[in-house]
T-cell receptor, first 111, second 116 residues
């Protein structure tokens, strides 16, 4: 079975902290994605990666960075968390332009 | 740019009622179209997809037909169950000059609540 896992289901951080969200997939997929999900806005793409050490900005990259050192792992980094980054973060992976497989999500609260 | 518009929810239905969730899109060329479903407390999972005009995607009793002339991909089910309660997202894969991209553009989601 396809498996995308995220390091935490719930996370509470303070303003200004550096936050790492980890995502691991076991399907040998080339592409990995980070989205944030907010009520009334749907899913918005933050960053994606189509290969190891490769990354591209999505629609809302400001305040975020990413790292992909290994094919199976894609990390989202909030350099200095702010309250407007309180959200649900979803990771996904895919082969080519085919179906994306999603993790369960991390609900991040920044106080 | 490319975009997806879907009906706002929540949609509240009684069990065994007929369901329609409207989705229209704006895109260049012929994008692939998807419906994803998010059950409470879970990530998204693919429900069905269609890759060209007039294709019908179907799964678990849900259907959607790719209508190029009306730029629509409405989701339907003849008889909903309580277990269908979830958020439903319409999405497309935009194209560029090199062909299909790897990205998805999502609608805002429609919450479906089915009551016994």
């Amino acid at each position: 079975d396809v498996k995308v896992t995220q390091s935490s289901r719930y996370l509470v951080k303070r303003t200004g902290e550096k936050v790492f969200l980890e995502c691991v997939q076991d399907m040998d997929h080339e592409n990995m994605f980070w989205y944030r999900q907010d009520p009334g806005l749907g899913l918005r793409l933050i960053y994606f990666s189509y290969d190891v050490k490769m990354k591209e900005k999505g629609d809302i990259p400001e305040g975020y960075s990413v790292s992909r050192e290994k094919k199976e792992r894609f990390s989202l980094i909030l350099e200095s968390a702010s309250t407007n980054q309180t959200s649900m973060y979803l990771c996904a992976s895919s082969v080519s332009e085919d179906t994306q497989y999603f993790g369960p999500g991390t609900r991040l609260t920044v106080l | 740019g490319d975009s997806v518009t879907q009906m706002e929810g929540p949609v509240t239905l009684s069990e065994e009622a007929f369901l329609t969730i409207n989705c229209t899109y704006t895109a260049t060329g012929y994008p692939s179209l998807f419906w994803y479903v998010q059950y409470p407390g879970e990530g998204l999972q693919l429900l069905l997809k269609a890759t060209k005009a007039d294709d019908k995607g179907s799964n678990k009793g849900f259907e959607a037909t790719y209508r190029k002339e009306t730029t629509s991909f409405h989701l339907e089910k003849g008889s909903v169950q309580v277990s269908d309660s979830a958020v439903y997202f319409c999405a497309l894969t935009p194209l560029n000059y090199g062909g299909a991209t790897n990205k998805l553009i999502f609608g805002t989601g429609t919450l479906l609540a089915v009551q016994p």
